[in-house]
């Protein structure tokens, strides 16, 4: 009780920082810092200290094993980051395969939370954990099946189109052509989660609205583009953003299939396992930074551009500007 008279006897002062707080703010405010102490010292050893390493990296000729003195080179890294054809390429490559996976990644999660979530959909709770089971089983695991059902010559996959009467079915993982649908195909393994992140916001919809537009007449498509899309697309907005950098960054699926040796033909030498190859393979740590840092530019760029064209077609149902 005397704690709380004297918390409202001596209000805080704005802006007149720790000696203007009170006995009872500063403990608090002491309290609160024990509390978080330990995400605050491993965001310093595992985040900050990191970052600040890896720019000061960029400047220096740091090779693990090389038995080269550690010297600061200046811009030169940057110069054979411009120079290195691989590194354009490997960008290129990312960018076309992103094209591709961005809109199934997209598109087809909704369509399966629309169906998850009809009313008229017998079994929708074993239809459920049956798309998202997938979710929760090793990623690699899931790499070494998708690899063996989409195998040209003993897959399933290629035994189920020439079932069908394809004479010729696609050398998947082996021909330039079909090797990002290839993958494409296998990434569909994890679209459960995306999947119930949508159903979730679709369940979020108030059925007042549907009520109306249906006296109003409107049918299913003139509902789900004038009513369910607006008030979900927070929710997809969400996973654009998550997709769209998780783009950026992939390289596990053609690491494990391929050994990371960029075939067939060099096409699936995507930018994010060219820097796992020049940090890992090559041990260059200087120049491994040096992409490292140009992938953040690109991706913060990609991310703004995002965010400043949401203000045209994502609805905050609260935002009253």
Do not use: H
């Not at 010729?168 to 992140?197: E, R």
């Not at 409107?218 to 979900?232: E, Q, S």
């Not at 998550?242 to 030498?269: D, E, H, I, K, R």
């Amino acid at each position: 009780m005397e704690a709380i008279t004297e918390f409202q006897s001596r209000p805080e002062k704005k802006g007149a920082g720790w000696r203007g707080m009170s006995r009872m703010a500063r403990r608090e405010a002491l309290t609160g810092y024990l509390y978080i102490s330990p995400w605050l010292i491993g965001f310093l050893i595992f985040t900050l200290i990191p970052v600040i390493a890896s720019v000061v990296f960029t400047f220096t000729n740091i090779r693990l094993g090389s038995g080269e003195a550690v010297n600061f080179v200046g811009l030169e890294n940057y110069r054979t980051l411009f120079r290195d054809t691989q590194v354009w390429e490997s960008l290129l490559i990312t960018i076309k395969f992103g094209l591709i996976a961005l809109p199934v990644g997209m598109i087809l999660p909704i369509i399966l939370a629309l169906l998850m979530n009809s009313a008229y959909l017998y079994g929708k709770y074993f239809m459920r954990v049956l798309f998202y089971f997938p979710y929760i089983i090793p990623f690699v695991a899931a790499i070494f099946i998708w690899g063996a059902i989409i195998n040209p010559e003993t897959g399933w996959l290629n035994m189920a189109l020439e079932g069908l009467g394809v004479k010729n079915p696609p050398n998947w993982l082996n021909d330039p052509t079909w090797v990002y649908p290839a993958l494409v195909i296998l990434g569909l393994w994890g679209i459960g989660n995306a999947m119930l992140i949508n159903m979730a916001a679709l369940q979020g919809v108030p059925t007042e609205l549907y009520d109306a537009a249906k006296v109003d007449g409107a049918g299913f498509w003139r509902t789900l583009f004038n009513v369910t899309l607006p008030l979900i697309s927070p929710v997809i907005f969400y996973n654009l953003l998550l997709t769209v950098v998780g783009l950026f960054q992939y390289f596990l699926v053609p690491l494990v299939l391929n050994s990371g040796t960029g075939a067939p033909g060099g096409a699936t030498m995507f930018y994010n396992l060219y820097l796992y190859k020049t940090f890992f393979t090559y041990q260059n740590m200087a120049y491994g930074a040096t992409m490292g840092w140009l992938l953040f530019l690109v991706i913060l760029v990609v991310t703004i551009f995002m965010f400043w064209s949401a203000k045209y077609w994502v609805y905050y149902a609260g935002d009253s500007s």
